[in-house]
């Protein structure tokens, strides 16, 4: 079994923080940062900003692999995404579960970058693409109407590449976990 494939059965039904007190962490740093805070480091924009709000992070003292990233989304049941997808059994698609994930993962590369948890007025988004999708698991069917918790632990990153652990839990069950990998083009 790969490091991947175990993180993912791991992580499919235990959720990456407690859902009690995910601050029990003393590094864990309640915070919230929205839609308008979050376009000054991300460079996705509607209709693709799949993170409505970041709402903690830990930097676990600048080791990415222990550094964890917590968010929210609302699953707007007029999202047209859910008119097919399917038009008689609404389901947010797992392929965008693994993109609020990976926009996640960004805004903790961002926090990591600079060193502390702040969104300067001047913050500019990275230059990023996708490189490859490790592994992903749907569990979980995500309806309208639902708010998502997302989660994304830094795995690792060698100044170039950067690999993430993300899960979406909805109504106290894991949705979906899923691990990938993104390049920073201006590392």
Do not use: W
């Not at 791991?10 to 740093?29: C, D, H, M, N, T």
């Not at 990415?64 to 047209?80: T, Y």
């Not at 992903?136 to 995500?142: G, M, W």
């Amino acid at each position: 079994m790969t490091e991947t494939d175990a993180l993912l059965k791991k992580f499919r039904k235990k959720p990456l923080v407690s859902q009690e007190e995910p601050e029990a962490s003393a590094s864990f740093s309640s915070i919230i940062f929205e839609r308008g805070e979050l376009k000054r480091i991300l460079p996705h924009r509607e209709p693709f900003l799949l993170v409505d709000a970041v709402t903690g992070v830990d930097l676990a003292d600048g080791d990415n692999a222990k550094s964890l990233i917590c968010g929210r989304r609302f699953m707007d049941p007029a999202d047209p995404v859910f008119q097919g997808h399917f038009p008689d059994f609404p389901l947010y698609p797992g392929c965008l579960q693994v993109e609020m994930c990976g926009q996640l993962g960004l805004c903790l590369a961002f926090f990591l970058k600079q060193g502390s948890i702040s969104i300067p007025a001047d913050a500019v988004p990275p230059a990023v693409r996708a490189t490859r999708s490790l592994g992903a698991l749907f569990l979980e069917p995500l309806l309208p109407g639902m708010e998502a918790t997302i989660y994304a632990r830094g795995i690792a990153y060698d100044g170039y590449f950067g690999t993430i652990l993300g899960q979406v839990i909805a109504d106290g069950k894991v949705c979906s976990v899923s691990m990938a990998e993104v390049m920073f083009l201006d590392a």
